[in-house]
């Protein structure tokens, strides 16, 4: 299986800029998702292809990286932002990252 | 707009078999890849396989010898069978839609949460 790493929390102010990464145990060329998962809800995708926007997602999000390291950046933070962000892997067999928290101070 | 809604029982002995069903409106099953993925209390996230438009199935390794995926293509259904279940198998449960075999997947259902306990 292919393993991400994500760190587990995150705390930032709004109207500051905010990357999360994800780093996997081989490389996934750009086959890298990011979803936003808010409490009691179901995950919403933001980022395809390591740095594709889905449609009506905010510009304020945007992806980057290759092989195994990956980058979700928020800039500028909103306070809607507070939410678990998830990587995916579809390289092969999918996997996820264990998702990093994102508090707003 | 494609909606998927998942639907079973809350609550499954040990040993027992769960089974889900996703209802899909807005967008036919015989197009496109269908899959379930769950996700464990404390978060972990863990894929479990997909059913595509053609009826193909392809399954987490972990999982091939207890998961079953089917569809109803005139329900516009599919469906997800995992035998033997123990304590472990609790999570929340997602069926989820991907224009590509892995993903990404980019229609979600509600989830519906199963507990696995006697």
């Known amino acids: 299986d292919t393993v991400l790493t994500q760190s587990p929390a995150l705390a930032v102010s709004p109207g500051e800029r905010v990357t999360i990464s994800c780093r996997a145990s081989e490389s996934v060329s750009t086959g890298m998702h990011w979803y936003q998962q808010k409490p009691g809800q179901q995950p919403k995708l933001l980022i395809y292809?390591?740095?594709n926007l889905e449609s009506g997602v905010p510009a304020r999000f945007s992806g980057s990286g290759s092989g195994t390291d990956f980058t979700l950046t928020i800039d500028p933070v909103e306070a809607d932002d507070t939410a678990t962000y998830f990587c995916q892997q579809s390289w092969n067999d999918p996997t996820f990252g264990g998702g990093t928290k994102l508090e707003l101070k | 707009e494609v909606q998927l809604q998942e639907s079973g029982p809350g609550l499954v002995k040990p040993s027992q078999s769960l089974s889900l069903t996703c209802s899909v409106t807005g967008y036919s099953i015989t197009s496109n890849y269908w899959g379930w993925i769950r996700k464990f209390p404390g978060n972990k996230m863990e894929w479990m396989g997909y059913?595509?438009?053609?009826?193909?199935?392809s399954y987490n390794p972990s999982l091939k010898s207890r998961i079953s995926i089917t569809r109803d293509t005139s329900k516009n259904q599919f469906f997800l069978q995992l035998n033997s279940v123990t304590t472990e198998d609790t999570a929340t449960y997602y069926c989820?839609?991907?224009?590509?075999?892995?993903?990404?997947?980019?229609?979600w259902g509600q989830g519906v949460m199963v507990t696995v306990s006697s």
């Open positions: 989820a839609s991907a224009y590509v075999y892995y993903g990404p997947y980019g229609y």
């Open positions: 059913i595509s438009y053609s009826g193909s199935t």
């Open positions: 292809g390591a740095s």
